[in-house]
């Protein structure tokens, strides 16, 4: 089992940029792979960026490729959001979630077995 914080959200301005952590703590972190979600009032929850065990391969949804970098520490135990170019549409609660299925960079969140309890991100305009 693994237990994940996840840290650095706040509120910005639009245009500027953010960097989220999600600590974890319990089993060897590489033993998952590791995802971001976003949710935000009144919507669904939605799949922002995996990344494999390795760290090797990567998947981004399209609302965020080319603004957003997720990566990661398995020394550190640590996941990383790099955001750029925030956009008031980013605003959301962001949580990071582990995947038993360490292979499985995947979108889908059922797949994910462990989450975090979210950080807000505010962008004002």
């Known amino acids: 089992q693994v237990q994940l914080v996840e840290s650095g959200g706040g509120l910005v301005q639009a245009g500027v940029s953010l960097r989220l952590s999600c600590a974890a703590s319990?089993?060897?972190?590489?033993?998952?792979?590791m995802g971001w979600f976003r949710q935000a009032p009144g919507k669904e929850r939605e799949f922002v960026a995996a990344?494999?065990?390795?760290?090797?391969?990567?998947y981004y949804a399209n609302s965020v490729k080319g603004r957003f970098t997720i990566s990661r520490s398995n020394a550190k135990k640590t996941v990383y959001l790099q955001m750029n170019s925030l956009k008031p549409e980013d605003t959301a609660v962001y949580y990071c979630?582990?995947?038993?299925?360490?292979?499985?960079?995947?979108?889908?969140?059922?797949?994910?077995?462990?989450w975090g309890q979210g950080t807000q991100v505010t962008v004002s305009s």
């Open positions: 979630a582990a995947s038993e299925r360490r292979d499985y960079y995947t979108g889908e969140f059922r797949f994910y077995d462990y």
């Open positions: 319990g089993r060897p972190f590489s033993s998952y792979a």
């Open positions: 990344i494999r065990w390795s760290g090797d391969n990567i």
